[in-house]
């Protein structure tokens, strides 16, 4: 009896070690990319598996039932077209030309469809997430922002109540993005310059906005360190070289923004940024210049630039619209709609880049917008 426990035991032990093993490699290898095709016919969105050394294969196609805008360059004009959920087990994607959201449920690099529904208004341009908790910004005619309920199969409901209108119709609504703790929804306009911070409700509807012009002309994008600081990326007065600019600010109780500061991006058509998990660095994408600049996280939110700022460079015309971090920290992916490829860059631990060979499989100026990474 005696001999038959050890046994056991070792039989556990090396089980468990062996279990212990495989979930080790699945969740180094468990990583994906995915791209959205904003097609006018049939929006799809493209998988990418990163292999050893963080090199992307292609691997999959899955409609998104519905239909995207269609266009060139940057049709959507937005950041957060695609995204995943906070536990990443759910793809958001936004169909601008038949005005429906799309819900995947996520297994690796596979994806399933598992919801359709309406946007609560026209042209949905882009979309966030926070525990449970999903608005849609709708960009066309009276712009406005809608919310849903999500839950664990990937089914959206609408929220009573729940549609707010931006500052004025038309505004150009490009980016929202929720507060770390919940309690705020920022929406960027660029044609008033405006960001907007709406209160969220216990229902999960929103309060009466707080608006802030922001001072820095173009603004495009915003998004959250961990620490709760706002991120706005704008592109700068116009005829100025290389005249983008990244600012911080901190979310006030009543929801007034107070600046900490503002830097030069050192590139040009400055409007999408990524922060790292871990909240020490900021990355933009510079898609005239077809670069990519780089700031440390400091204190409550205030930017400091990485070394030379320009930390990435890409090849002239490529174009670099969205962009994604790894859940893991590890690597940086610019949609490169000019060449049609996924820029791939290894992030140093002080924050620097390495470039990677960049995935192809993407249409050269053909609409693709959004781009999402785990």
Not at 43 to 71: D, H, K, P
Not at 195 to 220: R, S
Not at 237 to 262: D, E, H, K, Y
Request: aromatic share 6%; charged share 15%; net charge negative.
């Amino acid at each position: 009896m005696k001999q038959r426990l050890i046994v056991l035991a070792v039989s556990i032990a090396v089980g468990l070690g062996s279990n212990s093993f495989a979930r080790d490699n699945d969740h180094e290898e468990a990583h994906a990319v995915f791209v959205m095709t904003n097609a006018a016919h049939r929006n799809e969105i493209l998988a990418y598996r990163r292999l050893a050394g963080g090199v992307l294969e292609q691997s999959g196609r899955f409609r998104t039932g519905g239909r995207g805008s269609g266009g060139r360059t940057d049709p959507l004009g937005s950041q957060g077209s695609l995204i995943l959920t906070q536990d990443r087990s759910l793809l958001l994607a936004v169909n601008a030309g038949s005005g429906d959201i799309s819900v995947f449920r996520v297994n690796g690099d596979r994806l399933k469809l598992g919801d359709v529904v309406p946007s609560g208004g026209s042209a949905p341009v882009a979309v966030a997430e926070r525990d449970g908790l999903v608005y849609v910004l709708n960009a066309a005619a009276d712009s406005n922002v809608t919310g849903f309920r999500l839950n664990f199969s990937g089914e959206l409901t609408p929220i009573h109540n729940s549609i707010r209108f931006l500052s004025t119709a038309n505004s150009g609504g490009s980016s929202l993005a929720f507060s770390p703790d919940g309690k705020f929804l920022l929406v960027t306009e660029k044609v008033t310059n405006n960001i907007g911070v709406f209160p969220v409700e216990d229902d999960g509807t929103l309060g009466q906005p707080v608006i802030t012009h922001d001072p820095v002309p173009g603004t495009f994008a915003v998004t959250f360190a961990p620490n709760g600081a706002a991120i706005v990326v704008e592109t700068g007065p116009s005829g100025v070289s290389n005249g983008s600019v990244i600012s911080s600010f901190i979310v006030q109780p009543g929801g007034a923004l107070l600046p900490l500061n503002s830097q030069p991006t050192l590139g040009a058509a400055t409007c999408w940024s990524a922060v790292t998990p871990d909240g020490r660095f900021v990355y933009t994408a510079n898609s005239a210049t077809s670069n990519i600049s780089g700031f440390s996280i400091v204190g409550a939110g205030t930017l400091s630039p990485l070394s030379g700022t320009v930390v990435g460079s890409l090849p002239m015309g490529a174009t670099d619209l969205d962009m994604a971090v790894s859940s893991d920290g590890k690597f940086l992916y610019t949609l490169n709609t000019g060449n049609g490829t996924v820029g791939v860059f290894r992030i140093k631990q002080d924050g620097s880049l390495t470039a990677i060979a960049a995935a192809p499989g993407i249409l050269p100026a053909a609409g693709f917008n959004g781009v999402a990474a785990f």
